[in-house]
């Protein structure tokens, strides 16, 4: 593996050997906006950098796991190093994929993240989790 390569990269390909499961992307913390996608995000998520790039993250999660991954987003961030959080992307087609993302560096407010998709089955235990809660509340 090149010496050169970013913690935050080496780390994901660890999880996977494959740099089309990776995002990379530029992102402001003053609006949370992107402002650079890699072209992987419509391999993996469906959506084109133009339809990604100056806009919200939250216009691309479920909303029902918003309040949960600000939080873990915030937490995060007064974290010198090992920033990482997970949410869920819900993808153009209407699937929704749990996202694994790795902030590397923030300079000027502005992150560079890295992201892999983490696997269906998290997020269909999670569901069916989260159905139980309300179920019996």
Avoid at 17 to 27: A, C, E, G, L, Y
Wanted: glycine content about 4%; overall charge negative.
């Amino acid at each position: 593996m090149d010496s050169d390569i970013s913690t935050g990269l080496r780390l994901l390909k660890t999880i996977t050997n494959k740099d089309s499961d990776i995002i990379i992307t530029q992102f402001s913390m003053i609006d949370e906006t992107f402002i650079t996608m890699s072209d992987n995000c419509e391999r993996i998520l469906g959506y084109t950098r133009d339809e990604m790039e100056g806009f919200n993250y939250k216009d691309f999660t479920d909303n029902n796991f918003d309040a949960l991954s600000t939080e873990e987003v915030k937490r995060n961030m007064e974290k010198p190093k090992g920033r990482y959080f997970t949410n869920i992307y819900v993808c153009k087609d209407g699937t929704k994929k749990i996202m694994l993302w790795v902030i590397e560096e923030i300079i000027n407010n502005i992150a560079l993240c890295f992201a892999i998709p983490i696997g269906q089955y998290i997020l269909d235990s999670i569901i069916v989790l989260d159905n139980y809660i309300k179920e019996n509340d």
